[in-house]
Structures are given as structure tokens and as C-alpha cells.
């Protein structure tokens, strides 16, 4: 079911089964998936993903429009970080937390090297490819707002969210406005939006990694506050 929000994991018991909502979401029969289970911390219930050198995420199909609901907000606690992870490299291409977010639009618009890419990807996978897809990474060393390239098509981009070790343990709330993150990624305006998913990958590096995910959402810009003449 599409619903027009995104289901939160508080809203339902630690456990092992999926969140309301939610979904598994595999890249390939190949990878090894990523473990995914609802947890408690501190009296909240979360979503700890554990990798062992594998590969898979959690999606939740959504029907939003960006320009209305642009600001995009979410927790997430990252243990450690992939030593050998570096996301500007195709071979080492790992993040402990993604959270990604996919975007309709005309397939007639794409380039042939893009359309090529994505008949390899459906007859490997037997999935259709979102027609674009911005995932915000947790990255070992670029700055934050970076935005890296994907060595295989012009409709996957990552932008770095957050970087470094300073903030390893600590529960991190972000906010992106995805409106103006995918003009600048993409160069166009968005289509709407279809999903969003989490993701935790040590599939290149061989890595293991553990991370929490706290509740997602989709927010309208608040309105500019009114001035009047007291103030």
C-alpha cells in the first residue's frame, strides 16, 4: 500500500518483525542481506541494521510531492565507521547508514547508456530502476554536502550527509531539504517522490558494521513568521 507519509518505526514493538509500512528491499540474489530488526533504546523503538559483508535495505513506498513536503528529517546512531569505505571509489563503494530516496519521471527523457543500464539491471534483478535515486551517506572523509557521482549511471547520485568520526555513538537528527539537494545533484526538478529506504552495505569492503535508524519524515517549510508592528 502507498500511503502519503512515512510509517514510524515508534510506533510498533521491538522485534524481529519488518516495521509497519516497510518492506525488504533487495539489490541482488548474490549479496548476502543485511540484518534489519526492531530494537528499544531508550524506551523508543529503533532500527538496528547489522552487515557482514552483505547488502540490503528496508524500502517504503510513498506518493509525495517534493516541492510541498521538501524538508526531509531523520535520527540515526552509527558505532563505527567502514575503515576501508570510500564512496568516490567503485570497489570500496560502503556506507554504515544510507538513507535513500527515489523519484519518478519520463524514462523517455533518459540517455541510451542510462537506459542500457537499467534493461541490465531489471533482467539481473528482475526490479525496475526508480527513475532517479539520491541516497544521503554517512562517508569516512568528504565533506558534508559533497555530492558523488555513481560509476554506472547519471540517475543515481549520493550526497554526504555526514563525515568523519566525531560523531560516532551519538544519536545525529538531520534535516535536507531534498527539493534543492536534487536540483543541485540532478540539475532538473524533481518528479514526485515514490520511496524511501534505509540501507547499511559492507558488500564491496567485507566489512561488518552496526546502525540505529530512527523515525523518518517528510515536512513543509514553515511558513515565515509574520512581523507586526510590536515587534
Known amino acids: 500500500m502507498v500511503l502519503p507519509y512515512v510509517a514510524s518505526f515508534s510506533d510498533n514493538p521491538p522485534g524481529e518483525?519488518?516495521?509497519?509500512?516497510w518492506e525488504p528491499w533487495t539489490l541482488s540474489k548474490l549479496k548476502k542481506p543485511t540484518q534489519y530488526k526492531l530494537v528499544d533504546d531508550a524506551g523508543k523503538t529503533v532500527v538496528k541494521a547489522s552487515a557482514d559483508a552483505s547488502a540490503s535495505g528496508l524500502v517504503h513506498a510513498l506518493?509525495?510531492?517534493?516541492?510541498?513536503?521538501?524538508?526531509?528529517?531523520?535520527?540515526?546512531?552509527?558505532?563505527?565507521l567502514i575503515s576501508a569505505a570510500d564512496n568516490t571509489q567503485k570497489n570500496t563503494e560502503d556506507s554504515p547508514v544510507r538513507v535513500v530516496v527515489t523519484f519518478g519521471g519520463d524514462p523517455d527523457r533518459l540517455s541510451l547508456?542510462?537506459?542500457?543500464?537499467?534493461?541490465?539491471?531489471?533482467?539481473?534483478?528482475?526490479?525496475?530502476?526508480?527513475?532517479?535515486t539520491l541516497m544521503y551517506i554517512w562517508e569516512n572523509r568528504a565533506p558534508v554536502g559533497t555530492i558523488i557521482p555513481n560509476r554506472h549511471t547519471s540517475r543515481v547520485r549520493m550526497l554526504v550527509a555526514e563525515s568523519g568520526r566525531d560523531k560516532l555513538g551519538l544519536w545525529q537528527q538531520v534535516?535536507?531539504?531534498?527539493?534543492?539537494?536534487?536540483?543541485?545533484?540532478?540539475?532538473?526538478?524533481?518528479g514526485p517522490i515514490t520511496a524511501i529506504g534505509i540501507m547499511t552495505d559492507t558488500d564491496n569492503t567485507g566489512a561488518n558494521a552496526h546502525a540505529f535508524?530512527?523515525?523518518?519524515?517528510?515536512?513543509?517549510?514553515?511558513?515565515?513568521?509574520?512581523?507586526?508592528?510590536?515587534?
Open 63 to 80: 506518493n509525495l510531492n517534493a516541492k510541498t513536503y521538501p524538508l526531509l528529517t531523520w535520527r540515526w546512531k552509527v558505532t563505527d
Open 17 to 21: 518483525a519488518l516495521p509497519q509500512g
Open 175 to 190: 534535516t535536507r531539504n531534498v527539493y534543492e539537494d536534487y536540483k543541485r545533484a540532478f540539475g532538473e526538478e524533481p
Open 113 to 132: 547508456d542510462d537506459r542500457l543500464f537499467f534493461d541490465n539491471i531489471r533482467l539481473f534483478t528482475g526490479q525496475q530502476m526508480p527513475y532517479a
Open 213 to 231: 535508524y530512527g523515525d523518518i519524515q517528510f515536512l513543509r517549510v514553515a511558513p515565515p513568521r509574520q512581523m507586526f508592528a510590536s515587534d
